[in-house]
């Protein structure tokens, strides 16, 4: 079990201990924590288990402080748990010299220890038992990112024994880290396709069910690595409330957790407060364009588990590389970055803001430290002038000085090359927003999600008419979301209106085609031969036409959704901020202006690229209905969520009544909430749940899933 943690801000830290721990063959978690600790197998959350009842413990080589030699063997899903907690030189440091899953072909290494990091199912336990009995390694350390099931380990049990491979087996041990950390406040279950698991009509009772155990389940993991015990509020009815149940009977039935967990640092009013909800509370967000860095990032190139890669085409016109043959284009380049909020300061300290601010500031830090680089280069180089004088003056205080410059070059080096990094991802970005002509879209959308077109239908159906129909703006996927935020907003459209708006934009790329290129279902760029502006004006191709259809059937679905009032519509889920410029497009337009006079003075041709592009994602912050929800809780309002969602405390038997027992009663201020979204979540809704966090308060984002716009498209389309 995961190494305890004293707050939220710690869940990253604490599931990297608990895997620092389980690599260095550790049989215990370090403090004694809700599962690595305990190893009486009767117990149903026990976490270690010694040779599955042989009586013989780890060896001595096997503590935490030696960390021998091993080898790492996990499924796909704990893969993606590891991989944005510790890199490939991270693991040999570690002591792990080959990483290998399970399900592939591998030899036997038989005077090697082996770390097993898998999920406890069924066929990983049966690839598990087989390695075992033919004595692939030395000895078998086996980890579960969950609990496993008595019934499961006793049928375990029986296989190694009747195959022969019990005396391979060291330890076996629950580790209760079934979520991929992200960041510090960014965590997934990696639950694919959330959405359309507990929304489809057709899914039985028995799949439902262990859907929603699975995500109890998984929070339950979260919450033991905390090692904290958490108030849960949720609203009445649907997944969430059967999520919230299940976690607080899990938690309320843990041994260790319940009882002593809290300690003097999670007294009551330290206590976080955990807010499930629903994904069908507000779909525009995961749908609609993004204005900020990391959001934008999602939604315009392939960005998954901190890993973006985007295709770059070299220009035509460079042959200095002697790479490009005559008469034919020069190849596309395939560039890969791991990007890691927590470790990089430019992407840690920018990756909220908008998107012009960050190439701003990116331009800005890379002269900086550029300025520095020369200068520190010139002194080491011994250039004449007033260096010269002050060096023989100053005697050993220059030498010094010196000694530290040349000291900081590596660190300066470093700098700039992560700067470097983040140049070419903004200029990729950059590069697919001005193809695309996001702000537009961006700026249709909030205005219609937050009632600027209430009293004016006309107009909003003809805005929208306008911009998908317009074959040089956006591509396919662009105006199918504009379509679908049109669709979702209240008092804009009716069901007529919405078809003939649909239809326009099916007539229009059906007759017109679109002069921008596609982007697959990952929200990765389609790079396509020939004109940089994608396929010939006038033509659909096969992918687009794919990508329309999806889009009309994702459109029928939230009709039918909205006819029978299933789900929120945008003057529910959006509320406009006053911002520092100003409202309206005014205020976006003085920004710009201030923007650009700053932008001229910056050694980069990017920044002059974002003129008459970006002006519209500045000077404008509006509260999403996850952040409104989780705002009313931890301010505790009355007439809100804080009086309608249930109150769900582990330490307390039965629902407690918030209006009736608590409204008029002094309650401790939140100093921590984990906002969790059944159904898949984004990095938008990540970003603007940061509004609520201040230097008192941390919030935690989590969600059965990341998705990017065009995935969730796919998803919608698989319900219709």
């Known amino acids: 079990m995961a190494a305890q943690g004293s707050s939220t801000s710690n869940l990253k830290s604490s599931q990297l201990a608990a895997v620092t721990s389980m690599l260095a063959l550790s049989s215990a978690a370090p403090d004694g924590g809700a599962g690595g600790g305990m190893s009486d197998p009767s117990n149903p959350y026990g976490g270690g288990y010694d040779k599955l009842g042989s009586g013989h413990g780890s060896s ?89 099931e008595r019934p499961v380990m006793e049928e375990f049990a029986r296989l190694v024994v009747n195959t022969g491979g019990l005396d391979a087996i060291a330890s076996v041990h629950d580790q209760f880290v079934e979520f991929a950390c992200l960041e510090e406040r960014l965590f997934s279950l990696n639950v694919p396709q959330s959405y359309v698991l507990y929304n489809n009509p057709g899914a039985n009772e028995v799949d439902m069910e262990a859907a929603m155990n699975g995500i109890a389940g998984g929070l339950f993991s979260v919450v033991a690595t905390l090692g904290c015990v ?22 309320m039935e843990h041994p260790t957790l319940i009882r002593s967990k809290d300690g003097n640092r999670h007294q009551s009013h330290h206590r976080p407060v955990l807010v499930i909800m629903d994904r069908n509370m507000d779909l525009i967000t995961p749908i609609q364009h993004a204005s900020t860095y990391q959001a934008l990032i999602d939604d315009v190139l392939e960005h998954k588990a901190n890993r973006v890669e985007f295709n770059v085409k070299p220009d035509a ?34 990756k909220f803001e908008p998107f012009p601010e960050a190439i701003e500031s990116n331009g800005a830090e890379l002269q900086d430290v550029t300025a520095k680089e020369q200068q520190i280069r010139s002194k080491t180089g011994g250039g004449g002038g007033k260096d010269d004088t002050a060096a023989a003056g100053g005697g050993g205080t220059d030498s010094s000085e010196l000694a530290n410059a040349v000291e900081s070059l590596p660190i300066l080096l470093d700098r700039k090359k992560k700067l470097e990094v983040h140049t070419s991802i903004l200029q990729a970005a950059m590069n697919e927003v001005a193809a695309r002509d996001v702000p537009q879209f961006y ?28 074959g040089t703006k956006g591509n396919v996927n662009d105006k199918v979301r504009l379509v679908i935020v049109y669709a979702l907003s209240n008092g804009v459209g009716s069901s007529v209106d919405i078809d003939e708006v649909a239809q326009a934009m099916a007539e229009s790329l059906e007759t017109k085609g679109s002069t921008v290129g596609g982007a697959d279902a990952g929200g990765a760029p389609a790079m396509v031969e020939g004109a940089p502006g994608g396929p010939t004006h006038g033509t659909l191709t096969k992918e687009d036409r794919a990508r329309l259809d999806v889009g009309l059937r994702a459109i029928d679905y939230l009709k039918k959704l909205r006819s029978m009032n299933m789900i929120a519509t945008t003057s529910d889920v959006m509320q406009t901020e006053v911002s520092g410029a100003g409202s309206g497009a005014a205020g976006g337009g003085d920004m710009l202006s201030a923007f650009m006079a700053r932008a001229t003075n910056q050694a980069t041709g990017l920044l002059a690229k974002a003129n008459e592009k970006l002006g519209t994602m500045l000077g404008k912050i509006h509260k999403h209905r996850a952040t409104l929800v989780v705002e009313n809780i931890c301010e505790m309002r009355p007439n809100t969520e804080d009086d309608e969602y249930l109150y769900l405390d582990p330490r307390v038997k039965g629902d407690v009544d918030v209006a009736t027992t608590l409204r008029n009663a002094t309650r401790a201020p939140v100093r921590e909430a984990i906002a969790f979204v059944i159904g898949g979540g984004c990095y938008g809704e990540y970003q603007n749940l940061q509004m609520v966090a201040d230097e008192r308060r941390k919030v935690t984002y989590g969600c059965t899933e990341i998705v990017d716009p065009c995935t969730f498209l796919n998803h919608l389309a698989k319900l219709a």
């Open 60 to 148: 001595a080589s096997d503590s935490v402080g030696s960390n021998p030699w091993k080898i790492l063997i996990y499924d796909a899903h704990t893969r993606a748990i590891i991989s944005p907690l510790l890199s490939v030189s991270e693991l040999r440091s570690r002591g792990v010299t080959l990483h290998l899953l399970l399900h592939s072909d591998r030899e036997p290494i038989p005077d090697v220890p082996a770390v097993y990091f898998v999920r406890p199912t069924q066929e990983n336990l049966s690839a598990i038992a087989r390695d075992c009995s033919r004595h692939l390694y030395q000895r078998a350390h086996l980890n579960f990112s969950t609990r496993m």
């Open 230 to 251: 958490p108030v849960i509020r949720c609203p009445r009815g649907g997944a969430p409330e059967m999520v919230a149940r299940k976690l607080n009977r899990l938690i």
């Open 317 to 350: 016109n460079d042959d200095a590389s002697g790479g490009r043959r005559r008469g034919r284009a020069p190849p596309v380049v395939r560039k890969k970055f791991d990007i890691d909020p927590d470790v990089d300061p430019f992407y840690s300290r920018h």
């Open 443 to 470: 700026e249709l959308e909030i205005s219609l999600a937050t009632g600027t077109y209430k009293n004016d239908a006309a107009k909003a159906k003809k805005d929208v008419v306008e911009l998908v129909s317009d």
